[in-house]
């Protein structure tokens, strides 16, 4: 157990809908990372928050976006759902924001129809 | 970004048997992580190793940071060691993964 939590575990909806994915770092983490995997693309970086600010960002869609909150969760809002978006999302946290072993979450799947 | 490596794709192997999968790095990395995803998808945290060799059991890694790769090394390999292997580094932020070594150990 990585001490990363995240809901729900599994999700399925349909297409065009909207989806909530919730993360919460390990204890005294400040910095959470949203990571995608698909069949095609593997493993990709989304966008990362240090201490409730946005940090990084990677190949994330418009239709997607992300907060983290004063209690340092995290939620990542998936819009517009495209069977393409059928993927595992996972969460990882780390105790600053760059170079710092990330710990990742058991990662959400979702799957649209 | 930081392209990643990893080779073989694919390995199966007896029970028992040693191996080395191997991930190389197209530039410098600050942050260097090995990951085992387990059948339920899970990824399992196995080192994190910008550089140096670090031993967890029967499984060992080296990073030689100057020459931009890293070695994962399994010993006596065991069923539940089945699985993908993934490395990723990253010289920023956010780590980039390779594809992944498939890894399955027949009995």
């Known amino acids: 157990d990585s001490g990363v939590t995240q809901t729900p575990k599994h999700l399925i909806t349909a297409t065009g809908q909207r989806v909530t994915l919730r993360c919460s770092p390990r204890?005294?983490?400040?910095?959470v990372y949203w990571y995608q995997q698909s069949l095609d693309q593997g493993l990709q970086f989304l966008i990362q928050?240090?201490?409730?600010?946005?940090?990084a960002k990677g190949n994330i869609l418009e239709r997607f976006s992300a907060q983290q909150f004063p209690d340092l969760h995290s939620e990542l809002n998936l819009s517009s759902l495209e069977l393409g978006d059928s993927a595992l999302y996972f969460c990882?946290?780390?105790?600053?924001?760059?170079?710092?072993?990330?710990?990742f979450g058991p990662g959400t799947r979702l799957t649209v129809t | 970004g930081i392209q990643v490596e990893q080779s073989p794709p694919d390995l199966i192997l007896q029970e028992g048997a040693n191996s080395t999968l191997r991930c190389n790095f197209s530039?410098?990395?600050?942050?260097l992580q090995w990951f085992h995803q387990n059948p339920w998808g899970q990824l399992i945290n196995l080192f994190y190793?910008?550089?140096g060799t670090k031993q967890n059991g029967r499984l060992s890694a080296t990073t030689v940071a100057t020459e931009r790769y890293s070695l994962l090394y399994i010993s006596s390999s065991q069923t539940t060691d089945s699985g993908v292997y993934f490395c990723?580094?990253?010289?920023?932020?956010?780590?980039?993964f390779g594809k992944g070594t498939s890894l399955l150990v027949t009995p």
């Open positions: 990882a946290s780390s105790f600053r924001d760059h170079s710092y072993e990330q710990y």
């Open positions: 204890s005294g983490d400040l910095s």
């Open positions: 928050y240090y201490n409730g600010e946005e940090r």
């Open positions: 530039d410098s990395v600050n942050n």
């Open positions: 190793i910008p550089s």
């Open positions: 990723a580094g990253s010289s920023g932020y956010a780590l980039n």
